[in-house]
């Protein structure tokens, strides 16, 4: 069969250049932060493309434009959509034609709000009669988009989404429950290659090896995204971004503690070739994680939980067993962090139920396997203050975290043991977040669990026990209980109270500990009772991580003391300096406990953990911070020890500040001198911008300081 075509001569309609209106769509889509001359744009929401022509449009032309991403774009999986000009195409994705001038064609292209994020192609086919050409328009990078109502991450409040998806700087809070440090860090999602370095972890996940098509299908879904993100930004189980370490030295990389932001440790991973970086501990793999999802258009925030359990059989019960002598033994896997930091995003929860929308605990520190992968969440927020442990993803295990009874036992021996008095409601403190649009601290307890020892509290841990208990039958190999009781009898058998001991005591810090100095310390006990009593008091220093393990033993003491009828007497000992400078590790932290025990009794421990405060930094910027103008940052900083230091590295960055961080060496600094470096910066960003500064040695790890700027626009 011949087709003979008509003698109407058709030309076929040539592009001569495609303009994505890259300022206008920019400014419109909230993507005007980002490092990259490409169309970066949100979904549900229309963006502008001008077409300049170097033909004329026939009557009858017919334009088809094709929205593809991934590597085998299909309709059925919703990476592949196929629009005609104003018509409604069933995939969400539509094109109108606007009225332009001669010789250019502009189009407004809508993306519906569950539209795949990813890079995209966008193609256009036009029919001019018998003839059909097709043209590459260009690529587009699609993200989550807060600002759309009918997306699964909208967030209502403007001051909230500029807070948890425009802001690149910000503060992690770490330390202790009585004394919290604010550490700043650097997420720099806008900064040049993050946004196609978290798109890179996308397809460097497990999932996306096993089906990539698939796997991108399925990233439309926040739940999915954060998942996905959760496994990616540690390396245990594919090639992830950031190595996790807890013990030894960091000689074969970077100690997480010198880390100040995102951006250095995600360029590392990207230029080298996906090796994962070393070493992060949970703070670090938190700040990566919100700079990530942040960067695809997530709503995220970093949490920090003080007191925090490592319930490893997720029985809500913290085992802690000391001997004698009162130093820690290591019979349990379950421990108690001094803090550990986590993320939430913000996003509803269509496989849960409205109840539980709003905000999602996410967890990349690798601690425990969530389906065969070092992964953690979403959990709702809801679903754990609820008690509703149940629920996906790993509630349980958060649940746990913030709300595990603490229990500290004697061990005399395999067959004897004694659980002596502490603090069984330590657990789960002053969970905090940084503030919207301040530098201050929220305090966000109230959305993990009801006021401690409420009755409405009481009735969601027994909830989770029981949910636990129905969970874990047959199941939970560590813990070994008699058959034929409930696991909430057993529990409440468990922790029955330990004998009230008749003494209290009080471990108190006579001055503020800082490095180089020695630490002068008091116990003071009193006799609740009138009888007389002798006490044995066993006093020990630990230095230890974070995570309360202890690395080294720095000091031990005995001391006998006899207190009369309601008596207080007080023990007054010192850390020296040279007791414990070769003994600490990096995070600068010293566990004190004191068992005491009567001879007719309840033996009592009392503990204290100490942080070593840094010596003072301050940092002074010398003029006018304004856009493309060079200005000059002062650092001083003394040398708190009593001995010469050398080998110092200043290090110093800031998104908007410094392209790359800047080093400067510190050749040698005299016992307790001051010291002073200045340097340059040419601010590239307007807008509140953060300067980060640590300085790195290795007899007292790194002193860090920042400072807030604010960046006026080039005149």
């Known amino acids: 069969m011949f087709l003979i075509s008509s003698p109407c001569v058709f030309l076929a309609l040539k592009i001569a250049s495609v303009n994505w209106q890259s300022k206008l769509n920019k400014a419109a889509h909230h993507t005007s932060d980002y490092s990259s001359t490409e169309a970066i744009l949100r979904r549900g929401q229309a963006f502008n493309i001008t077409l300049n022509l170097q033909t004329t449009v026939q009557s009858g032309d017919n334009f088809t434009f094709i929205a593809s991403t991934g590597p085998s774009p299909a309709e059925s999986q919703q990476t592949k959509a196929i629009f005609n000009l104003s018509e409604e195409s069933a995939s969400g994705w539509n094109a109108t034609q606007e009225p332009s001038e001669p010789g250019c064609m502009n189009f407004t292209i809508f993306s519906p709000a569950n539209a795949v994020i990813g890079r995209y192609k966008l193609k256009l086919q036009i029919v001019s009669g018998n003839k059909v050409s097709s043209t590459l328009l260009g690529q587009f990078v699609l993200l989550f988009n807060p600002w759309c109502p009918n997306d699964d991450v909208y967030m209502a409040n403007e001051k909230e989404r500029q807070e948890y998806v425009l802001n690149d700087s910000g503060i992690i809070f770490q330390g202790l429950e009585k004394y919290i440090q604010q550490e700043a860090w650097n997420y720099g ?16 996940s497990l999932n996306h090896h096993q089906d990539p098509a698939v796997d991108v299908s399925n990233r439309n879904n926040p739940i999915y995204v954060s998942r996905v993100i959760s496994a990616m930004v540690n390396s245990n189980d594919e090639k992830g971004v950031v190595q996790g370490k807890w013990n030894g030295k960091y000689c074969s990389g970077t100690s997480p503690l010198q880390w100040s932001g995102s951006v250095t440790i995600l360029r590392k991973w990207y230029r080298g070739r996906y090796k994962p970086v070393r070493y992060g501990q949970c703070w670090v793999f938190a700040g990566v994680m919100c700079t990530v999802l942040r960067s695809l258009g997530i709503p995220t925030r970093v949490i920090t939980n003080f007191n925090s359990a490592h319930d490893r059989n997720i029985n809500l019960s913290i085992d802690k067993y000391i001997d004698i002598s009162g130093k820690t033994l290591h019979l349990t896997e379950d421990s108690v962090w001094n803090f550990h930091v986590w993320n939430e995003s913000w996003f509803i929860r269509r496989d849960l139920g409205s109840f539980y929308d709003g905000w999602q605990v996410l967890d990349a520190t690798p601690q425990e396997r969530s389906k ?30 913030v709300n595990a009874d603490y229990i500290t036992w004697i061990h005399y021996s395999n067959k004897r043991k004694e659980r002596i008095y502490s603090d069984t409601r330590k657990i789960g403190k002053f969970i905090s977040t940084k503030a919207v649009g301040t530098n201050s601290r929220v305090d966000i307890t109230a959305n993990y669990k009801y006021p401690e020892g409420s009755l409405k509290e009481r009735q969601v841990y027994k909830k989770a026990l029981k949910l636990l208990g129905v969970r874990s039958t047959g199941k939970r190999t560590k813990i070994t209980r008699p058959r034929r ?55 020990r220093a630990s230095a230890i991580l974070y995570t309360r393990k202890p690395k080294a033993e720095i000091l031990q003491l005995s ?62 910027v010398l003029g006018p911070t304004v856009v493309h103008k ?14 010469v230091v050398t080998d110092c590295v200043l290090r110093a960055e800031g998104s908007g500040l410094l392209k790359e961080q800047l080093r400067i060496n510190v050749a040698r600094m005299a016992p307790m001198e001051s010291s002073t470096v200045q340097f340059e910066i040419i601010p590239y960003k307007s807008g509140t911008r953060q300067l980060q500064v640590d300085l ?6 790194d002193i860090k300081g920042f400072v807030m700027l604010d960046v006026a626009p080039a005149h």
């Open 189 to 204: 999602q806008f900064e040049e290659d993050i946004l196609d370095i978290s798109l890179a972890i996308l397809d460097r």
């Open 372 to 401: 065969g992968i070092y992964q953690c969440g979403p959990a709702s927020t809801r679903a754990i203050k609820e008690g509703d442990v149940n629920l996906d993803y790993d509630s349980s295990f958060v649940f746990a975290a």
């Open 485 to 539: 009781r409930s696991a909430v009898a057993w529990r409440q058998n468990m922790t029955q109270p330990a004998q009230n001991p008749s003494i209290s005591g009080k471990l108190i810090l006579d001055a503020s500990p800082v490095i180089g100095q020695d630490i002068l310390l008091t116990l003071a006990l009193r006799n609740l009772i009138s009888d007389f009593k002798t006490i044995k008091v066993k006093l």
């Open 559 to 620: 001391r006998s003391i006899k207190l009369g009828s309601e008596e207080v007497k007080e023990i007054s000992f010192k850390i020296s300096y040279s007791q414990y400078k070769n003994s600490l590790m990096d995070d600068r932290k010293i566990l004190v406990t004191a068992l005491c025990e009567i001879k007719q009794g309840a033996s009592l421990l009392v503990e204290k953990d100490i942080v070593l405060q840094d010596p003072l930094l301050t940092i002074k």
């Open 630 to 643: 060079a200005v000059n940052v002062q650092v001083t900083f003394t040398n708190p020890l009593s001995e």
């Open 696 to 701: 790195v040695c290795i007899p007292f790890s």
